[in-house]
């Protein structure tokens, strides 16, 4: 069981005949693995009114087994110095490990236990529903965690992806153990799994292993729901009092299966990757307009998107809005320079080799890139992509994506519609 035609040396895939697939890349000079499963098991797949499930669902998954409660689950893995966590994001989500590669087949063990033999007790579920709702207080409470709800409330509208990742206090009070049980028999199933692992390995073991623990598990998820998000124009307003304005904005951009995806990269890093963005610049470093700008981006399956933060004062904010805008016009208008092209890749490139350098780095950077393009890119191939890109490309990838329009804006503080934005889109 070599590795496979046409994969990069040292990755390697394969399906089990229930339909768990398996991805590896063997990292020799390491001593230690870390692997994840990613499911199909997220915000978008909670029922309508069962909002903040997903999120829940994460933490009751550690929380005992037929066979261990969650003591002796945490006491287990602490006895093989592992580390272990689960993630929910709007698409997709993700239970990992990360340990010595010698704990692996015991390891692995603990992972078969709390996938396939969750119990959900109750007497866990209210303490860990208590966690949520701080949660829940906490992001109400700081308009900086609050900002980008609101604006993907709007860009998503009409889909599942506008949800509340955690939920409203509402929905999650009203949660109980059977729509737990209800959500794992429905998402946790293994059609719906990629297995992604990175370290030191013998990747026939892992194989061997995994058939023994998870080939008998049976049954198939539905298909996910597909969403298709029409983001237009619109400005939202969450009135706060207060010397601050927090305002967020998102526009169409590429995604991660575009063939711009690497220029949209590139233009992000200029317009508000780092200091010397011109956003940093513009904005904060000449006019004294901000504490924080920030542009990246985000995405997912069906649409990418580009995300800009500024956190200003309500004095200030009609012409921090302003700046921002007239440099997304000037972006889509003239592209980048050839100093800021090179700039780019330079910066890109350490990022991407310094979050390459880990085995959990590379479990996730495999399970992305398998999950949505049904490849795995190795770091030198995305250095290669980040050096292919040239100032032709981007300007055209901004003629495919404006990113003035259609602008979704959000803010939250004291300022109206007016005071802020007036004629500033027009």
Known sequence: MSNQQGLPPNYFYHTLPNGIELIGQYMPSLSSISFGFQLDAAVVHEPENKQGLAHLFEYMLFQGTKTKDARALNEAFESLGARKGASTSLETAMVWGQIVNTK????????????????????????????????????????????????????????????????????????????????????????????????????????????????????????????????????????????????????????????????????????????????????????????????????????????????????????????????????EKGGITTDELERAKVQLKSENVMRGEGSGARMSAILRSWWYERQLKTIQEIKDAIDAVTQEQVLSMLHRYSPVHPLTIAAIGPLSQEELVGNTLA
Not at 188 to 196: D, T
Not at 258 to 273: F, H, I, N, P, S
Not at 287 to 303: D, E, F, P, Q, T
Request: neutral net charge; charged residues 25%; aromatic residues 10%.
């Open 104 to 331: 692996f087949d015991a390891t692995l063990n603990l992972f078969h236990d709390i996938l396939l033999n969750p119990t959900f007790p109750n007497n866990e579920l209210e303490q860990m529903r208590n966690l949520v709702l701080q949660e829940i207080r906490r992001r109400d409470d700081e308009p900086m965690s609050r900002i980008f709800e609101l604006v993907r409330a709007n860009f998503y509208k009409g889909t599942a992806l506008s949800r509340l990742v955690l939920g409203t206090d509402e929905q999650v009070r009203q949660l109980k153990r059977q729509n737990l049980r209800d959500f794992w028999q429905a998402r946790y199933q293994p059609n719906n799994v990629l297995f992604s692992i990175a370290g030191k390995f013998d990747w026939e073991h892992v194989v061997e292993r995994m058939q023994e623990l998870f080939g008998n598990w049976q049954g198939g998820a539905a298909p996910s729901p597909e969403q298709e998000p029409r983001p237009v124009q619109s400005v939202s307003l969450e009135f706060r009092e207060g010397k601050q304005e927090h305002i967020g904005m998102m526009v169409p951009f590429p995604n991660y299966t575009d063939k711009d995806y690497y220029a949209a990269m590139v233009a992000a890093e200029v317009l508000g990757g780092s200091m010397a963005s011109r956003l940093f610049v513009e904005v904060r470093e000449k006019r004294g307009l901000v504490y924080s700008v920030s542009a990246g981006l985000a995405g997912n399956k069906h649409i990418g998107a580009l995300r800009i933060y500024a956190g200003t004062t309500p004095e200030q904010g009609r012409e921090c809005l302003e700046v921002i805008v007239n440099e997304l016009r000037r972006l």
